[in-house]
C-alpha cells in the first residue's frame, strides 16, 4: 500500500469491544486515539502502519486470525482484508475484527515495549 493510500481511504471509528467486518477491497484509515489491542477474529489483515512522526516509513504487517496487534495513541494505520496465508491471491474473505483500548499501566508498558523494539530495529549508524 502506498503513502498515497494513508491519507485516502475513508476513516473508521474504533469502539472498544465493538466488533467490525471488512469485505474484500474495503480498505478503511485508522487514526488510533489511545493505545490499544487490534485483535483479527476472522480472515486476514493487511496493516500499513505509519507513527506519529511524517519522518517514518510505511511498514506493512501481515495479521492473521488470533494474532493481536498493539497499536500506539497517535498512530494512523490502513487496513484492509487480504487472502490467508494458504490460499491462493484471488480468494480474499471478509475480516472480522475487534478492538480494545489498553488501561492505565498497560498504555505504559505497550509503548515502552514498542520504544525498546524500534530502538534495536534502528540500524547501528542511526543510534550513533
Known amino acids: 500500500m502506498s503513502a498515497a493510500t494513508l491519507h485516502s481511504s475513508p476513516s473508521l471509528f474504533l469502539s472498544q469491544g465493538v466488533g467490525v467486518t471488512l469485505q474484500p477491497g474495503q480498505a478503511r484509515t485508522l487514526r488510533v ?15 500499513t502502519r505509519r507513527g506519529r512522526h511524517p519522518s517514518h516509513a510505511p511498514d506493512d504487517l501481515y495479521v492473521a486470525a488470533d494474532a493481536p496487534l498493539a497499536l500506539c495513541a497517535g498512530e494512523t494505520v490502513v487496513i484492509e482484508p487480504i487472502h490467508l496465508a494458504q490460499a491462493s491471491a484471488a480468494q480474499v474473505a471478509p475480516v472480522a475484527f475487534h478492538w480494545q483500548p489498553a488501561a ?25
Open 104 to 128: 492505565g499501566r498497560c498504555a505504559g508498558a505497550l509503548r515502552w515495549l514498542r520504544e525498546r523494539l524500534q530502538a534495536r530495529a534502528a540500524p547501528a549508524h542511526a543510534r550513533a
Open 33 to 47: 486515539p489511545a493505545a490499544g489491542q487490534l485483535r483479527v477474529t476472522q480472515g486476514a489483515l493487511w496493516v
